[in-house]
């Protein structure tokens, strides 16, 4: 029987529906699965999510060398198969729950999987300048991560923003781009010591003090202009082939209509982490929330 055909014909409804496929829905899917219940994980994307895209995970317990982002999903997504996570690619485009208790979770396409739980772990998106021309440039010289971009060996580089994102996005893109600017509104960078350290020995140009302004090219980016943010108006262009922006995220929306979270709800990761986005806080998140969710489907 197909994931979509359940809860109908009098067939029952599955278990669980996991929104999210990045490092806290593939935790809670896979200890679900683990642990006998019928789920489904929906992603739009990759499985992964953003943790794909992060070159070096350092401080993720059992790998004392550090590990790619892409390798450690790839060896989370083969233990949430082993276990038997089913998953779908699609959109949420909304929840509901009917007066039966079950929910409904309906993808675009007109799709749609009920449930007795839905776990809601559909991340965070970043944040954008909203500045001129940035829409328009957007996959054609402006980016988040650099898994995303090509190559910015021997190019130049400018990545936006203060936290350990941003300075760690900048360490990397130094090792490679002919140059690289660090582009803050505050001189105050906010990273741990480590990698200030690897920063401070990098190359890459501070620029704080500055917000950008406008962006500029016609078919790709060019160039980024800024404007100071106290004191005496001063305006910069520097020249880019390249901008990260990495000012923050914003966690996607529960496409429901309730004014209360429902008993059977349950959200997890980077939606509800607040700054402390890292994947393994995702993934013991996704595995509490489905621990939860357990005991939630035991009282059924």
């Known amino acids: 029987m197909s994931v ?15 929104v999210g496929g990045g490092p806290a829905g593939l935790a809670a899917g896979t200890h679900l699965a683990r642990a006998g219940y ?17 070159e070096r995970i350092e401080n993720y317990p059992g790998f004392p060398r550090g590990i790619s982002g892409l390798k450690l999903m790839e060896l989370w997504l083969g233990q949430a198969r082993r276990w038997g996570l089913k998953t779908v690619t699609g959109e ?6 009917g007066a039966d208790g079950t929910f409904a979770v309906s993808l675009r396409k007109g799709r749609a999987l ?11 998106g ?15 010289g402006v980016w988040n991560t650099h898994d995303e971009a090509p190559s910015c060996a021997g190019r130049e580089a400018a990545v936006v923003g203060s936290g350990e994102a941003a300075v760690q996005q900048a360490e990397l893109l130094a090792r490679k781009a002919a140059k690289v600017y660090l582009i803050s509104r505050t001189d105050k960078l906010k990273a741990h010591k480590l990698l200030l350290e690897r920063f401070s020995r990098s190359g890459a140009v501070t620029l704080p003090g500055f917000r950008v302004s406008r962006l500029l090219g016609k078919k790709k980016l060019e160039a980024v ?21 990495l000012i923050g995220k914003e966690p996607a929306e529960v496409p429901a209509g309730w004014l209360r979270k429902p008993a059977g709800f349950y959200e997890a990761g980077d939606f509800s982490a607040g700054i ?25």
Do not use: H
């Open 225 to 245: 202009e800024l404007i100071s943010v106290s004191g005496p108006r001063e305006v910069k262009k520097i020249k880019a082939d390249a901008l990260f922006t």
């Open 114 to 124: 009920r449930s007795r739980s839905v776990l809601w772990c559909a991340g965070a």
């Open 126 to 140: 970043f944040r954008k300048l909203g500045v001129p021309g940035e829409n328009r440039l957007l996959g054609k």
């Open 4 to 18: 979509f055909e359940a809860g109908k014909t009098g067939a029952p409804p599955l278990d669980a529906v996991v």
């Open 92 to 97: 949420a485009v909304t929840v509901s729950r």
């Open 276 to 300: 402390f986005r890292q994947v393994a806080v995702a993934g013991g998140d996704g595995i509490r929330a489905a621990m939860r969710c357990i005991r939630y489907l035991e009282g059924l």
């Open 38 to 54: 019928a789920t489904v994980l929906v992603e739009r994307g990759s499985l992964g999510g953003q943790a794909r895209g992060l």
